[in-house]
């Protein structure tokens, strides 16, 4: 089966930074986009960034400048390389990687709370 395994997250002061990490194992044919959305308690989930197999990013605007995303396609693996970590940063950030075939998955979640 899939597996998404994130990690990285933890306890971080605003301005400080994290790098989260999430390997896909498992039968996942032809990955197309694999990136990072977000949920703060009793928010929705929303989206963060994401990076095609080509190398094009996108990034929701509250994290441009701050955030940068990367994949190791061999790997199979997306990182969230975030700086400058703000109060309204913290949430739970979940893995999610999209097939050519229009498969999504989901990983677990790890969590980022940054103090002020």
């Known amino acids: 089966q899939v597996q998404l395994v994130e990690s990285g997250g933890g306890l971080v002061q605003a301005g400080g930074s994290l790098r989260l990490s999430c390997a896909a194992s498992?039968?996942?044919?032809?990955?197309?986009?694999m990136g990072w959305y977000r949920q703060a308690p009793g928010k929705q989930r929303d989206f963060v960034s994401d990076i095609t197999t080509s190398g094009r990013t996108n990034y929701v605007d509250s994290v441009k400048g701050r955030f940068t995303i990367s994949r190791d396609n061999a790997k199979n693996t997306v990182y969230l390389q975030m700086n400058s970590l703000k109060p309204e940063d913290t949430a739970t950030y979940y893995c999610?990687?999209?097939?050519?075939?229009?498969?999504?998955?989901w990983g677990k979640g790890t969590l980022v709370t940054v103090s002020s």
């Open positions: 999610h990687v999209s097939t050519y075939s229009g498969t999504d998955y």
């Open positions: 498992g039968i996942i044919l032809r990955i197309n986009r």
